[in-house]
T-cell receptor
Framework: NAGVTQTPKFQVLKTGQSMTLQCAQD?????MYWYRQDPGMGLRLIYY???????DKGEVPNGYNVSRLNKREFSLRLESAAPSQTSVYFC???????????FGNGTRLTVT | SQQGEEDPQALSIQEGENATMNCSYK?????LQWYRQNSGRGLVHLIL?????REKHSGRLRVTLDTSKKSSSLLITASRAADTASYFC????????????FGTGTRLKVLA
């Protein structure tokens, strides 16, 4: 049982480049989330998807887009990367809106 | 902005001692959850306490919740070196908001 799988694990981008972070869960969870984690800041919600076909902005959505491809997959896209987007990105899923979150192991992104 | 704030930011104890971490938050909640994060990994859910509960136990973990003071504490008894990690509280407002607000975490180091 894989849980939440994120790819890639590491990525280095130049300013202005684009990329998509992939996330898939095999727990039949309804809701999926993207967080970023910066030193001393805890986790901040970028976007979430309450259910298949819906997405909503979180606390820090600027510079990002998301796609809920199906119930299993939720991708995060950076259209034009900026150094301020250097961070560790975590995908998570939950069965309900207040259930425990299940996290992937993160993508470490550096933008130079 | 961050809702949860953990205290202390860092804690170093000897194996076998108890570790206590505190979390304060600002607004009303549906439940409060505690997570552990080992270095370089995703967060792992430890325990959930609902707003109408005052105390909950799970193995060596004891969580208390005081909604009048908007605070929670996590006690780890008889700590082990394997408990070395960062611990985060997350508050969930409920009402279908899907927004889990994380604190900045407590870094616990258990010395063997």
């Amino acid at each position: 049982n894989a849980g939440v799988t994120q790819t890639p694990k590491f990525q280095v981008l130049k300013t202005g480049q684009s990329m998509t972070l992939q996330c898939a869960q095999d727990m039949n969870h309804n809701s999926m989330y993207w967080y970023r984690q910066d030193p001393g800041m805890g986790l901040r919600l970028i976007y979430y998807s309450a259910s298949e076909g819906t997405t909503d902005k979180g606390e820090v959505p600027n510079g990002y887009n998301v796609s809920r491809l199906n119930k299993r997959e939720f991708s995060l896209r950076l259209e034009s990367a900026a150094p301020s987007q250097t961070s560790v990105y975590f995908c998570a899923s939950s069965y309900l809106s207040d259930s425990p979150l299940h996290f992937g192991n993160g993508t470490r992104l550096t933008v130079t | 902005s961050q809702q949860g704030e953990e205290d202390p930011q860092a804690l170093s104890i000897q194996e076998g001692e108890n570790a206590t971490m505190n979390c304060s938050y600002k607004t009303s909640i549906n439940n409060l959850q505690w997570y552990r994060q080992n270095s370089g990994r995703g967060l792992v859910h430890l325990i959930l306490i609902r707003s109408n509960e005052r105390e909950k136990h799970s193995g060596r973990l004891r969580v208390t919740l005081d909604t009048s003071k908007k605070s929670s504490s996590l006690l780890i008894t008889a700590s082990r070196a394997a408990d070395t990690a960062s611990y985060f509280c997350a508050t969930v407002a409920g009402g279908g908001t899907y927004k889990y607000i994380f604190g900045t975490g407590t870094r616990l180091k258990v010395l063997a």
